[in-house]
């Protein structure tokens, strides 16, 4: 299992590399500045709105007893969890502008700041199902999940930069379309 997720990962890590060009040709280095700094705000938010649920849902999910646990288990972690990105989202909404003053050093990119916290939580929301899928041992599906939620991102954002001329708000909604279909997927 631990060498099929490995190689999962690494295929989905490798498609996104061999797209790199594709995408710099439609991308400026600003564009990609701007959206690592995007990414950043997501990597700081995600922690703090996951709860600490990575490693929490894990022992309740193996707890001995009641055969409904399990699903007991991950729909409580995912109701507590879309809570808790609800309200990051709607902080988003509340503080656009400031978090963009503050991450990017204008407030313009506001609606940029609220599509990178939508993804992200869609991320968190999914969290709890991918880790189902790994306790029981269904590295197949995982991959296949995870693969077929790249390919969405990666066919979204290529229809949305490439073949609408969106720039980075394109690639934020490929982002937060294959999120969602993550979301879905799991």
């Known amino acids: 299992s631990a060498l099929v997720y490995g190689v999962g990962g690494m295929l989905n890590r490798f498609l ?3 797209l790199l060009p594709l995408f710099t040709a439609y991308l400026s280095p600003e564009d ?3 959206l690592s700094i995007l990414f950043v ?3 700081l938010a995600t922690p703090v709105f996951s709860l600490g649920f990575s490693a929490a849902v894990a022992p309740c999910y193996f707890e001995p007893g009641d055969p409904d646990r ?3 288990t991950l729909w409580t972690a995912t109701t507590i969890l879309a809570v808790s990105a609800g309200a990051m989202v709607l902080l988003g909404l509340g503080f656009d502008a400031a978090i963009s003053l ?3 050093g204008t407030s313009e990119h506001g609606s940029l700041v609220v599509l990178t916290l939508l993804a992200a939580a869609c991320g968190i929301v999914a969290e709890p199902w991918g880790h189902a899928l790994r306790f029981e041992n269904r590295a ?3 991959v296949v ?4 939620s790249s390919l969405i991102t990666i066919g979204g954002s290529a229809v949305l930069v490439i073949g609408l001329g969106r720039g980075v708000r394109g690639m934020l909604e ?3 379309i294959g999120q969602a279909a993550t979301l879905l997927l799991y």
Not at 145 to 148: E, N, Q, T
Request: charged share 10%; proline share 0%; aromatic share 16%.
């Open 145 to 148: 999940l995870s693969s077929l």
């Open 174 to 176: 490929g982002g937060l």
């Open 70 to 72: 399990r699903a007991h």
């Open 16 to 18: 996104n590399f061999l």
């Open 140 to 142: 197949r599906a995982f």
């Open 102 to 104: 503050a991450a990017l």
């Open 41 to 43: 705000v997501s990597f």
């Open 32 to 34: 990609y500045g701007l």
